[in-house]
């Protein structure tokens, strides 16, 4: 497992070429990936199926050998195992029942009640576990509890995350209350993923950016320090990866305040900051726009080499600033890795 050049980068080695691999490296701009989703029929049942699950998994190691594959799932499934109705409408994302007030957070199944709702998901990661080549480090992963909180209250995603902002103003010990419980329900799920096989863990925070000041240590800080601090209790070693997207400024000390071993950077900031404010506290991952994927062409290339240069004078994990788009070109993605590895 210490040859896996994705674990050595995230024990703080530097290495002449970055692993790499994609978010949403399985996913709709891949055609095996679409013939698997209308076998299962549905996105859910994807996500619920193991063997289907792990064979999009997969696919994208196969066809293009990153050196890391995440599991396949949806950071909506612990809200759904805490209680919450959960059901996607096409071409429009996911849609849930909706927590507004300390009640509805009372509602909520004990935390110890989610592994029967989410037993295929560790399944999948056991499949993974033995199915992957062994030079590719397997990742397993959750919402963050800010994020998945944002869904929650306003039962589908919003542009400005509104209705969860208003419900912290309204009632902060309330909102506080449903934070803690999917914290606890992410350290339990995030360890039983361990358990099964994935070897590192990422808490993907897609919504940091819109909490601000206090905000932010209390609800983007806090519950990831206190899920890395129980993971690492549980399982010595296990390296994480926080991504705090559109954190601005505040990605500089992240990994300090919360523990993580890697954060990884949207790319709204750029790769020379990065280096010179994250990167000094560890490894970074990042953070080539995904548009470039649609796009392609020299600048691709150019601007995958200069990320990759920025980079190296420490530890790097090749990676978008966000998940790859529907719309992305499969070649462009060999492109990509061409101009990492070539």
């Known amino acids: ?37 209308a076998q299962a029929g549905d996105f859910l049942s994807l996500c619920y199926t193991p063997d289907l699950a792990a064979e999009v998994t997969l696919q994208p190691i196969r066809r293009y050998g990153f050196d890391a594959a995440i599991l396949f799932a949806d950071i909506l499934l612990l809200p759904q195992a805490l209680g919450a109705d959960l059901w996607f409408v096409t071409g429009e994302g996911p849609r849930l029942s909706t927590i507004t007030d300390a009640a509805g957070v009372a509602a909520l199944k004990p935390v110890a009640a989610i592994h029967e709702t989410l037993a295929p998901v560790y399944e999948t990661v056991r499949i993974l576990a033995r199915e992957l080549p062994r030079e590719t480090t397997l990742i397993g992963f959750a919402g963050a509890p800010w994020t998945v909180a944002t869904y929650m209250v306003a039962g589908r995603g919003t542009p400005d995350q509104g209705p969860a902002h208003a419900f912290k ?12 419980r999917i914290t606890e329900g992410t ?70 305040a919360t523990g993580a071993d890697a954060v990884a950077l949207d790319n709204s900031v750029s790769a020379d900051w990065a280096a010179a404010e994250v990167q000094k506290d560890g490894c970074v991952q990042g953070n080539l726009d995904p548009r470039l994927m649609v796009s392609g062409g020299a600048e691709l290339v150019a601007e995958t080499r200069r990320i990759v240069q920025a980079f190296a004078g420490g530890p790097h994990i090749f990676n978008l600033g966000h998940g790859i788009t529907p719309d992305a070109d499969p070649d462009n993605v060999s492109r990509m890795i061409e101009a990492i590895r070539g």
């Open 187 to 256: 350290i339990e799920y995030l360890s039983a993923q361990i358990e099964a096989g994935a070897e590192v863990v990422k808490l993907f925070d897609s919504w940091a950016g819109s909490l601000k000041g206090a905000d932010f240590d209390d609800f983007a800080v806090a519950p990831a320090q206190r899920i890395i601090a129980a993971l690492k209790a549980r399982h010595p070693g296990i390296p994480v990866i926080a991504f705090p997207r559109e954190a601005g400024p505040r990605y500089s000390g992240f990994a300090r």
């Open 169 to 180: 103003d309204a009632d902060r010990a309330a909102f506080s209350a449903l934070i803690d």
């Open 1 to 37: 497992m210490s040859e896996k050049t994705i674990l050595r980068a995230l024990k703080g080695e530097r290495l002449p070429v970055p692993p790499v691999w994609m978010m949403r490296q399985a996913g709709r701009y891949l055609p095996e990936y679409r013939a698997t989703r």
